[in-house]
């Protein structure tokens, strides 16, 4: 039924809930389908800092320990898979990244850990179950 499946993660609970889902998913169905796992950073300008801090590097240092926490949890279960990174807006960012890579299913979670996430709230698995070409799996 599925053939490549596309997980983002962002370090939060709800996108390992969905991470965890994906494995488990592809372990049932008795075939080896590839995971494709994609950190977004949403990069942001600041004109003005109080204090100099590389916003950057911070972001850079946080996008991998993202994907290296994702990839030990892959390692171990050992399903085939793919890390990807990628800026901008995350959910025009994995919309379009499950179309250019053929994905057939997306496997993300109800909500993430972005600056405003409290303000709007799934906001991202919003956007992208509304504008994404294939089925969005939302694990709460």
């Known amino acids: 039924m599925y053939n490549h499946i596309l997980i983002p993660v962002d ?5 390992n809930k969905a991470l965890d889902h994906a494995i488990q998913l592809v372990k049932s169905m008795g075939r080896d389908i590839p995971l494709s796992v994609i950190h977004i950073t949403d990069r942001i ?3 003005e800092a109080f204090v100099y801090v590389d916003v950057g590097e911070m972001l850079d240092k946080e996008e ?8 030990e949890q892959l390692k171990a279960s050992g399903v085939s898979y793919t890390l990807l990174r990628a800026n901008g807006d ?4 994995i919309s379009r990244t499950a179309k250019e890579r053929g994905v057939d299913l997306i496997i993300m979670g109800s909500r993430g850990v972005g600056l405003v996430s409290e303000i709007l ?3 991202v698995s ?7 070409h294939c089925p969005v ?3 709460k």
């Open 121 to 123: 709230l799934g906001s």
């Open 137 to 139: 799996l939302i694990v």
């Open 11 to 15: 370090g939060s609970q709800k996108a």
């Open 64 to 71: 991998n320990e993202i994907l290296s926490t994702a990839a």
């Open 45 to 47: 300008a600041m004109n």
């Open 126 to 132: 919003h956007g992208v179950s509304q504008h994404a």
């Open 90 to 93: 995350p959910a025009t960012m």
